[in-house]
């Protein structure tokens, strides 16, 4: 694949408001709850101190929050923002996560480190080889619909184990074990055949990231976001040897 990479920072669907509410009011009951088990007192543990930084609300924003935070981290100078008492007392009552990581399940890619976030900012989506199936799908649409999430980043990275194994089991014809064939089944579509060797393994990383891209792009609720301007979903690659995060287009 020759396609050039970029650097991270690019240029309603019927959901009732009573269904939204409900959830919502669902989500902060369980949260308060959860408080109250514990014994800690939301009251008194919240300091009179700035909580979480504004957030992004545009894709453009969300895009340009997260390459400045991927530059902080493979700079060494992180932030490592929204983690106070009062960020944790403020997200009790609710969230609002300006980007969400559709990631592989990889212990060298956590999101919320390569782009330098914090507690609220991000919500994590993760599957081998960002594999999707419907407990993926519903995670990415509840994020984009009820939270109203305005960017949606689909994150491959370097040296992918679940890639790898894909392309080396169709090479070979044999079969993953158990319900790791079903990863290398959904990955084989794209497989980049132009290739051979390692750089088969590396075009098809970035060949993956593009084809799960444009399956979420065509879930009918997404697409309706995506052609109102409310939503953005890219495509992105984290490299293990700089740790720079790049677009894939």
């Known amino acids: 694949m020759n396609t050039p990479h970029r650097a991270v920072g690019l240029k309603p669907t019927a959901t009732t408001p009573a269904r939204r509410t ?27 101190a700035t909580a979480t930084r504004p957030r992004p609300t545009t894709p453009a924003a969300a895009l340009r929050e997260l390459a400045a935070g ?34 592989c399940i ?16 991000l919500m994590t989506v993760r599957s081998g080889g960002e594999v999707l199936d419907e407990a993926v799908l519903g995670s990415v649409a509840y994020g984009v619909l009820e939270l109203d999430i305005p960017l949606v980043m689909v994150l491959g990275h370097q040296s992918c184990g679940a890639v790898k194994a ?4 169709d090479e070979s014809g044999e079969r993953l074990p158990a319900h790791i064939q079903y990863l290398a089944d959904q990955i084989k579509p794209a497989i980049d055949r132009g290739v051979a060797g390692d750089a088969r393994v590396d075009a098809t990383i970035d060949a993956n990231v593009r084809l799960v891209r444009s399956r979420l792009a065509a879930e009918p609720d997404l697409a309706a976001k995506v052609a109102g301007g409310q939503l953005a979903i890219v495509g992105a690659r984290y490299e293990l040897n700089t740790q720079r995060v790049h677009s894939i287009v």
């Open 22 to 48: 409900l959830l919502r009011a669902g989500l902060t009951g369980a949260a308060v709850l959860g408080a109250a088990s514990t014994g800690i007192s939301t009251a008194s543990a919240a300091p009179a």
């Open 70 to 103: 991927n530059r902080r981290w493979r700079t060494f100078r992180e932030q490592h923002p929204d983690e106070t008492s009062a960020v944790r007392t403020e997200l009790t009552s609710g969230q609002h996560p300006f980007a969400l990581i559709l990631g």
């Open 106 to 121: 990889d212990s060298r890619v956590p999101p919320e480190l390569v782009f330098d976030q914090g507690l609220g900012d």
């Open 166 to 169: 894909a392309v080396e089991s």
